[in-house]
């Protein structure tokens, strides 16, 4: 009876003291609001202002709301006796998460179990937050339900008050998938390998500059039509200006609105190696880098343009996987150099190979691969059409 007396005592202390705190943020609501009132009087506003100044003034609310309620509900659970004979209080740690109205943040307490040993929060336990959860749910199923037919940046924007990279919005998707969201969507296509390739080309601009604009395009194979190899459903995709990550962002937006993921085994991207193209690889889930033969083979004919009879040798250790190999023959030719200019131009060449050599030994390790045909469509898409007047880009 004393227990239940004393514990009552307590549960009234608390309400008393989270009665206060939410009069007291009642009462800060109510003077801003006049604050805005008086400069409505006083500078003008528009509806569309004051519409803005009230919602970022209640989301400000709400957050403050939503700290002390889940901090009072720690002091709750901290109190309580039943918490009492199985955790023990190990210390107070703050955590900071996205939420619909902005981010809070918030003090709870971490306990240890006397049971099995085990850390946990239980507060976030009983508020289902995640042990590593940045951003809730609702956040998470917003950029999901928005990034439909929005952009990942304008998915972000209308989901949260809170700037989101692109890559959190991409994770969000990912975790939540389309479960959740009610939708109407085409039939998506079952695949177990796809592919990608990517390249890049100078252009000339009429002003006189140049531009690099870059191609991706998706396909499902090779097939024969017509007694020649053709690409099967092959899609295209050209940027000029874009980063890389929202180059690749925008490939597997196109990969998710046209493929089942879950029924993808492999996803190749093959190409010359640079930078960019390899960022796909941080963005494209189940992908693996493919070095294209073309550039490949241009920088074999680099290293033995004076030494033709390496040539074979070279082709020969890499078609074999023999990354030693590779490396002796490239010793021999340097030693053979008798010019500076020529060691250097062989040294560059080794680098580049040895460099990508993941892109090419997958070659001789998976039987899905297939040659990228990136050159080729590069100079048809991009250099026969934007490099010659009166064609040339603006």
């Known amino acids: 009876m004393e227990n239940k007396t004393t514990q009552k005592g307590v549960s009234l202390v608390n309400k008393h003291i989270f009665e206060d705190i939410i009069l007291q943020n009642a009462l800060n609501f109510t003077r801003e609001v006049i604050e805005i009132f008086s400069d409505l009087l006083n500078k003008g506003m528009n509806i569309t202002e004051l519409a803005a100044r009230i919602k970022e003034l209640t989301d400000k609310l709400g ?31 703050k955590k900071r998460l996205t939420t619909i109205l902005g981010d809070i943040e918030y003090e709870r307490t971490y306990y240890k179990s006397r049971e099995d040993g085990r850390y ?18 609702g956040v998470k199923i917003k950029l999901v339900e928005n990034a439909i037919e929005e952009s990942y940046e304008r998915s972000s924007k209308k989901a949260c008050p809170e700037e989101l990279s692109k890559q959190t919005v991409l994770n969000a998707i990912r975790e939540i998938g389309e479960v959740e969201v009610k939708r109407e969507i ?25 531009e690099t604009p870059r191609l ?6 090779k097939e024969e039509r017509n007694g020649r190899d053709v690409l099967r459903n092959v899609h295209y995709k050209a940027y000029v200006g874009e980063k890389a990550e929202d180059i690749w962002i925008d490939v597997a937006n196109y990969i998710e609105e046209n493929y ?17 193209i390899k960022e796909g690889l941080e963005w494209i889930a189940k992908s693996r880098f493919v070095l294209d033969r073309y550039h ?12 033709p009879k390496y040539r074979e040798k070279i082709w020969r250790a ?13 010793d021999e030719l340097i030693k053979a150099a008798e010019e500076e200019r020529e060691k250097e131009k062989i040294k560059e060449a080794r680098k580049y190979i040895l460099n990508n050599w993941e892109g090419i030994e997958i ?8 040659g990228c045909s990136a050159e080729g469509h590069i100079s048809h898409v991009f250099s026969v059409r934007l490099s010659r007047n009166p064609f040339g880009m603006e």
């Open 63 to 93: 957050r403050e709301a939503i700290e002390a309620i889940i901090e009072e509900l720690d002091k709750i659970i901290k109190e309580d006796k039943r918490r009492k004979e199985k955790w023990v209080v190990e210390r107070k740690d």
């Open 120 to 137: 946990t929060y239980l507060v976030d336990d009983a508020l289902e937050i995640g042990r590593h959860d940045r951003i809730e749910k």
């Open 186 to 210: 085409k039939e998506k296509k079952e695949v177990r390998v796809l592919y990608i390739e990517a390249d890049e080309d100078h252009v000339p601009l009429q002003d006189g500059s140049n």
């Open 216 to 221: 991706i395009y998706i396909h499902e194979g």
């Open 260 to 276: 089942k993921e879950e029924k993808i085994e492999k996803i190749y991207i093959a190409g010359d190696g640079a930078p960019w």
């Open 296 to 307: 490949l083979n241009k920088y074999v004919l680099k290293a033995t343009s004076k030494e």
């Open 318 to 330: 890499i078609n074999e996987g023999d990354k030693e190999g590779v490396k002796k023959i490239f």
């Open 363 to 370: 070659y001789n390790k998976d039987k899905d691969v297939i």
